[in-house]
């Protein structure tokens, strides 16, 4: 089955550091754009970044430049975010979602930051 | 506020044709392709069109998509009870260098 699923989501205090995992199945992500997308409580969809498919480029969402970074290891088939300084508005259901289309997503990791 | 925009809510009766429109500017949608997305309730979003009006297969025909200058536009046609979902456009911004997602448009089918 081809699927995405993320992990690591979790509580954690405003100021804390948390990092997400997405792993694939069923495809091989190496040859994808991937991408992160986060989703507040009843809010809409707001895209976090994206890496190329050898990591040799990667772009931000101005409100998390230089607070998270993104990255992938193609031969265990997993993209990753890493979170660090994160602020109670950084609250979402995170996703996954893989190529320029979008066409896969994973099921979402809930991240909640305390104040 | 997001700097393509949808109206937040849209409605239709079964059978009805439906629109939602996506209006940006030159640095988006006037010089990049346009997406649409459908969220059901509680669920991840999923791709209805791609490319401005390409649909992945496996998603009926009922959904197509245009572009037109700096606008994108889904038409729904036969409306569904199944189609009450969250619909977002998304396209890259070339001055943002970020890809942007529409607010959001509520459809309710009536």
């Known amino acids: 089955e081809v699927q995405l699923v993320e992990s690591g989501g979790g509580l954690v205090p405003s100021g804390g550091s948390l990092r997400l995992s997405c792993a694939a199945s069923g495809f091989t992500i190496s040859s994808y754009w991937m991408h992160w997308v986060r989703q507040a409580p009843g809010k809409g969809l707001v895209w976090v970044s994206h890496?190329?498919?050898?990591?040799?480029?990667?772009d931000y969402a101005d409100s998390v430049k230089g607070r998270f970074t993104i990255s992938r290891d193609n031969a265990k088939n997993t993209l990753y975010l890493q979170m660090n300084s994160l602020r109670v508005e950084d609250t979402a259901v995170y996703y996954c979602a893989s190529s320029n289309w979008f066409d896969r997503w994973g099921q979402g990791t809930l991240v909640t930051v305390s104040s | 506020q997001s700097v393509v925009t949808q109206p937040p809510s849209a409605s239709g009766t079964p059978g009805q044709r439906v629109t939602i429109s996506c209006s940006g500017s030159s640095s988006n949608i006037g010089g990049n392709t346009v997406s649409w997305f459908q969220q059901l309730p509680g669920t991840a979003p999923k791709v209805l069109i791609h490319?401005?009006?390409q649909r992945p297969s496996g998603v009926p025909d009922r959904f197509s998509g245009s572009k037109s200058g700096t606008s994108g536009s889904l038409a729904i046609s036969g409306l569904q009870a199944e189609d009450e979902a969250d619909y977002y456009c998304?396209?890259?911004?070339?001055?943002?260098?970020?890809?942007?997602f529409g607010g959001g448009t509520k459809l309710t089918v009536l």
């Open positions: 490319s401005n009006d």
């Open positions: 890496i190329n498919s050898d990591a040799s480029d990667t």
């Open positions: 998304a396209t890259w911004d070339d001055s943002l260098n970020a890809w942007v």
